[in-house]
């Protein structure tokens, strides 16, 4: 059975630091989706990754993709309290969801 | 452009009724996902459409679960004899479908809250 895993869960950290969100998945993939999710909102799309060794970056946050590791990172540069909110990796393959990371920026 | 919209934002329903929403897409968006989502889970994927022809439903979709997409633009997912284990927000995303199947951005709308009493 696919499997999409988020590292950490939970993540709570100062503004200004920086840390990276890994999401690890068990079977090929070429492509890989994150998302930004607000308490009581629906899903924004943030990154699409087509192909292996993909990077985009808006503003303060960086995503990867490494389909032969089966991993994708979305790194976050100088935290700011606006981050907070749970962040969603998804899998092409039948569209599956990671369980989330939800990022508390403090100040 | 208004976004994706959904009705209702929440239903209350006794268990084993039937419950109908609806998703009204981003107008010139070709495909139409409907997804699950529990509290604190990721959304599940429960079905694709490309205009009107269902190509995808997940294998966990019970026979319960049935969508349309009569003319490719709107969508109803109708879900019968309501278990309390439905209670969950419904989501709908629609996407413009240039490339392969989801290699394109989905906008998802506001969801529908579901509580199964």
């Known amino acids: 059975e696919l499997k999409v895993e988020q590292n950490p869960l939970f993540l709570s950290m100062q503004e200004g630091k920086n840390y990276t969100i890994y999401c690890n998945y068990s079977t090929t993939s070429d492509r890989l989706y994150w998302y930004r999710q607000d308490p009581g909102k629906s899903l924004e799309s943030l990154f699409v990754l087509l192909s292996n060794g993909a990077v985009k970056q808006e503003g303060r946050l960086m995503a990867s993709l490494d389909t032969k590791a089966r991993l994708s990172t979305l790194h976050i540069t100088a935290a700011v309290h606006d981050l907070s909110a749970t962040y969603f990796c998804?899998?092409?393959?039948?569209?599956?969801f990671g369980a989330g990371t939800r990022l508390t920026v403090k100040p | 452009d208004t976004g994706v919209s959904q009705d209702p934002r929440h239903k209350i329903t006794k268990r084993g009724q039937n419950v109908t929403f609806r998703c009204d897409p981003i107008?010139?968006?070709?495909?139409l996902y409907w997804y699950r989502q529990t509290l604190g889970q990721g959304p599940e994927f429960l079905t694709y459409f490309q205009n009107e022809a269902q190509l995808e439903k997940s294998r966990l979709l019970s026979d319960r679960f049935s969508a349309e997409r009569p003319k490719g633009s709107f969508s109803t997912l109708e879900i019968q004899r309501t278990e309390q284990g439905d209670s969950a927000m419904y989501l709908c995303?629609?996407?413009?479908?240039?490339?392969?199947?989801?290699?394109?951005?989905?906008?998802f709308g506001p969801g529908t809250r579901l509580t199964v009493l």
């Open positions: 107008s010139e968006h070709n495909r």
């Open positions: 998804a899998v092409e393959t039948d569209m599956r």
């Open positions: 995303a629609s996407s413009l479908g240039m490339g392969g199947r989801a290699a394109d951005t989905q906008y």
